[in-house]
């Protein structure tokens, strides 16, 4: 089944930096990868998602990119502000019906003064 | 914008105890999904739903639990004899294909 790895588990960034979180996947056939923020005993909140079929997606201070053939991807956050401290999680999901979603472990992020 | 209710928020239940988690998914969507959460930890996939039958289950979604989609909007889940490690927030999610939200959650603590 697939295994979808993140790192780092923690990151402590100073306001105005920038953040990047990385995953890797390890089935193939994956073809949408969603990135969500969860804070404290809330929901994950999804903030940016990519198909397979796109290399790169941005909103705003918020971008994913993909690499397909070295089953990668990562969530950059530019200009971070205090209240993007939370736990980013990464996801991976395959093709067919009702495809489940195989979760990264979580980055805690830090957004520090 | 549609959201995915899930009663109850808290549900706290002594070891034994048989629990239902409820749901109500987007009307529209098609594909139905629990999910646990242990304190601190990753998001864990349980179990799929879909055209009124499980799609995939997991390993964690052994013989003591349940889905059910008892009228046509509702979709609970049940476990029957609750153990100590079962103690998580469960979270409900559907989607129209690939992309859903998930509910708030059941916090569900075993004493």
């Known amino acids: 089944g697939e295994n979808v790895e993140q790192h780092p588990s923690t990151l402590s960034v100073q306001e105005g930096d920038s953040a990047v979180i990385k995953c890797t996947y390890s089935?193939?056939?994956?073809?949408?990868f969603p990135w969500y923020k969860q804070e404290l005993g809330k929901r994950p909140q999804l903030i940016i998602d990519?198909?397979?079929?796109?290399g790169e997606k941005k909103d705003q201070r918020i971008a994913v990119t993909l690499n397909k053939t070295a089953k990668h991807f990562s969530l950059h956050i530019t200009e971070t502000q205090p209240e993007d401290s939370a736990v980013y999680f990464c996801a991976a999901k395959g093709t067919g019906t009702a495809s489940k979603l195989t979760f990264g472990t979580g980055t805690r992020l830090q957004v520090t003064l | 914008e549609p959201e995915v209710t899930q009663t109850p928020s808290h549900q706290v239940t002594q070891m034994g105890q048989e629990v239902i988690l409820r749901c109500v998914p987007i009307?529209?969507?098609?594909?139905f999904y629990w999910y646990r959460q242990i304190l601190g930890q990753k998001v864990e996939f349980l179990v799929s739903?879909?055209?009124?039958?499980?799609?995939?289950k997991s390993e964690i979604f052994d013989d003591q639990f349940s889905v059910e989609r008892p009228d046509g909007s509702n979709f609970t889940l049940k476990i029957r004899s609750t153990k100590l490690e079962d103690s998580a927030m469960y979270f409900c999610a559907s989607s129209d294909w690939d992309r859903g939200p998930f509910g708030s959650g059941t916090r569900l603590t075993v004493v």
């Open positions: 990519i198909r397979s079929n796109v």
């Open positions: 739903f879909y055209n009124n039958e499980i799609s995939e």
């Open positions: 089935d193939s056939a994956s073809n949408y």
């Open positions: 009307s529209n969507h098609l594909y």
